[in-house]
C-alpha cells in the first residue's frame, strides 16, 4: 500500500484595520522601525488594552465568508512564553472561545469539487519583528498588537497541488471581502502547513512547516518534506512531532524546534477585557457588508457566456472586475471581457492607470461594447478611438465623428462601390458562384480595404451577397 499523504493549513492574516487590536497605535507597513507604538503595545505594566470593534467585524466578516458558525459570546485567552518580541510575556488569543468553528473552504480539484473544513479561525495580537543581523538582533514594535485572524483547517487535504490550491482560494476570498491585504511577500499573511503520512487509517505523526514564503512554495515544502518523512518510515525510524521550516536554498525542510504542546503554554483566561457579545442584528449587518464575492461572479460570468480563461483573468483584475459589476445586465460579456483584458488592459498597463482614473465612464463603455455587438463599428475602429475614449471626456459618437470615423450606412453609396469591386475581381466571384466560402471574405476585404474600414459590415456583407447572386 502507497503512503497517504494528510495536510493541515494554519494561515494568519492581518487585518486591515486602522489601527491595533488593543491599543490606538496606527495599523501600517512600512514606514520607520518603532513609529507605531504606545505603551500597550510595550506591555507598560498596568496599561490595560481596549478592543478594536473595527477588527472584530473584519474578523467576523472572515468567519462568515468561511462558512463558519459563529460564537456570539466570546473572551479572550492569555498564551505565555517567553521571547523578546513579547514583552508582556503572553499574547493575547482566543484559545477557548474562537470567533468562528465548523467552516469550510470549496476548492477545485481534478476530481471535482472539494470542501476544506475549517476547524475554526481566531483573532489574536501580533508580536513585534525581530531582524537578526550579523552583530545583534534589532526589534521593530510596529508590528506588535496588529490585529491577526488564524485560520486552522481541519486535516482535509491529500496533495500539494490542493494544499496550494486551498491557499490560493482563502487569499482570493479574504482579498475580495477586503479582510486582509494577504501578501505573503510582505507577511501580511503567513502560512504555517502540517503533513503527516501513513499507510494506515489511522493518521502518522506530524511535523509543522513554519511560515512558508510563496504558494509555489508551499508545493515545493511539502513534496520534500513527504520525501523525508518516507526515507524514515523505510529505514525503520519514527517520526517525532517538530516545528520545521522551509529553505529555499537547499530545497528542503530543516529542523527549528521540537513542538512544544498546549499544555507549555498555561493558557488561561484574560481578565483585563471584557466578554464580546455579538447580537444577531449585528451579525447581519456585518453580513450585508460583504462584497460580491469572486464565486458569485464566476456565476455572473458564465451564465453570460464568459470564457473561464477570461472569467479568471478578471477575478484577478479586481479593479477591472468591480468596474465590470456596475454594467447593465444586458451587456455582451464576451466583448466587453475582450475589451477590458485587451486593448483597454494593455492602455492601463502602459499609462500605469487604474480604470476608474480614467474618462472611460461604464455608460460610455457599454455604448462602446453595444456597437461593436452590433458591427455597427469594427474592432479597428475601436481601436481608433480608444485612447480619446478613455483620455477626453467625449462620447462614442463624438469620437467616430473626431476621427470622420462614422460608418458609412449609406446604402447607395455602398451599393456603387460593391459593384465596383464586383467588376474589378470576377475570379473571385466565380469562386464565390463555385461554392468557396474564401471568396466572399476576400471580396469583403476588399471593401473594408476601399472605405478604410468605415462601411459598415453588416450592410456590406447583405449587398454583397445580394448582387452575388444577380450576376
Ligand atoms: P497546533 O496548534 O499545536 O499546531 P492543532 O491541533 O491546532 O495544533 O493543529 C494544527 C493543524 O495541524 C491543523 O490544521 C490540523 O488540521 C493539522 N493536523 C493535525 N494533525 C495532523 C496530522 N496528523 N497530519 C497533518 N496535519 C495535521
Ligand atoms: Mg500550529
Redesign the pocket.
Known amino acids: 500500500m502507497e503512503y497517504q499523504t494528510?495536510?493541515?493549513?494554519?494561515v494568519h492574516c492581518e487585518l486591515k484595520t486602522n489601527t491595533k487590536m488593543f491599543s490606538s497605535a496606527k495599523n501600517g507597513y512600512g514606514t520607520t522601525a518603532n513609529s507605531y507604538v504606545n505603551i500597550i503595545d510595550l506591555g507598560y505594566p498596568g496599561a490595560l488594552p481596549i478592543i478594536n470593534k473595527g477588527a472584530i467585524e473584519l474578523a467576523l466578516r472572515a468567519a462568515l465568508v468561511l462558512n463558519c458558525e459563529i460564537n456570539k459570546k466570546m473572551h479572550f485567552d492569555r498564551k505565555n512564553y517567553f521571547y523578546p518580541d513579547l514583552p508582556k510575556g503572553y499574547q493575547i488569543t482566543q484559545a477557548r472561545t474562537p470567533i468562528g468553528i465548523h467552516g469550510y473552504v470549496e476548492i477545485d480539484t481534478p476530481n471535482g469539487k472539494k470542501k476544506i473544513g475549517i476547524?475554526d479561525i481566531h483573532i489574536e495580537e501580533d508580536t513585534a519583528k525581530s531582524i537578526h543581523t550579523a552583530e545583534s538582533s534589532l526589534l521593530d514594535f510596529n508590528r506588535a498588537g496588529v490585529p491577526l485572524i488564524e485560520i486552522?483547517?481541519?486535516?482535509d487535504m491529500n496533495t500539494k497541488e490542493e494544499a496550494m490550491a486551498y491557499v490560493e482560494k482563502l487569499r482570493e476570498l479574504l482579498l475580495y471581502a477586503n479582510i486582509s491585504d494577504c501578501k505573503i511577500e510582505e507577511g501580511s499573511m503567513r502560512c504555517d502547513v502540517?503533513?503527516?503520512i501513513s499507510k494506515t487509517e489511522k493518521?502518522?505523526?506530524?511535523a509543522?512547516i513554519k511560515n512558508i514564503g510563496s504558494i509555489s512554495n508551499i508545493g515545493l515544502a511539502i513534496q520534500k518534506e513527504v520525501e523525508r518523512q518516507q526515507e524514515i518510515y523505510e529505514n525503520g525510524g519514527t517520526i517525532q512531532e517538530e516545528t520545521r521550516r522551509f529553505d529555499e536554498k537547499k530545497g528542503k525542510t530543516v529542523l527549528m524546534r521540537v513542538k512544544e504542546t498546549?499544555n507549555d503554554y498555561r493558557y488561561f483566561p484574560e481578565p483585563d477585557i471584557p466578554y464580546v457579545v455579538l447580537t444577531e442584528e449585528e451579525i447581519e449587518s456585518v453580513k450585508r457588508m460583504i462584497p460580491i464575492l469572486p464565486n458569485v461572479r464566476r456565476d455572473f460570468y458564465k451564465a453570460h457566456g464568459m470564457s473561464d480563461i477570461n472569467s479568471d483573468k478578471l477575478i484577478q483584475n479586481r479593479p477591472l472586475s468591480d468596474y465590470l459589476l456596475k454594467a447593465k445586465e444586458n451587456l455582451d460579456y464576451v466583448i466587453a471581457s475582450n475589451l477590458l483584458l485587451g486593448d483597454i488592459s494593455a492602455y492601463l498597463n502602459k499609462e500605469h492607470k487604474e480604470i476608474e482614473e480614467t474618462m472611460l465612464t461604464i455608460e460610455k463603455f457599454e455604448s462602446l461594447v453595444d456597437k461593436l455587438a452590433s458591427k455597427e463599428i469594427t474592432s479597428k475602429i475601436e481601436k481608433e478611438i480608444l485612447v480619446d475614449l478613455l483620455e477626453k471626456p467625449m462620447s462614442v459618437e463624438e469620437a467616430l465623428k473626431e476621427h470622420h470615423l462614422t460608418l458609412v450606412n449609406d446604402t447607395k453609396v455602398l451599393e456603387e462601390i460593391v459593384t465596383n469591386i464586383i467588376k474589378q475581381n470576377q475570379e473571385s466571384v466565380q469562386d464565390y458562384k463555385n461554392g468557396k466560402d474564401r471568396a466572399l471574405k476576400y471580396l469583403m476585404g476588399q471593401i473594408m480595404k476601399e472605405t478604410k474600414g468605415t462601411a459598415n459590415p453588416v450592410l456590406v456583407n447583405e449587398l454583397l451577397i445580394h448582387l452575388l447572386n444577380e450576376e
Open positions: 494528510t495536510i493541515g493549513i494554519e476547524h486552522v483547517t481541519e486535516p502540517n503533513v503527516s493518521l502518522g505523526t506530524r509543522e498546549g
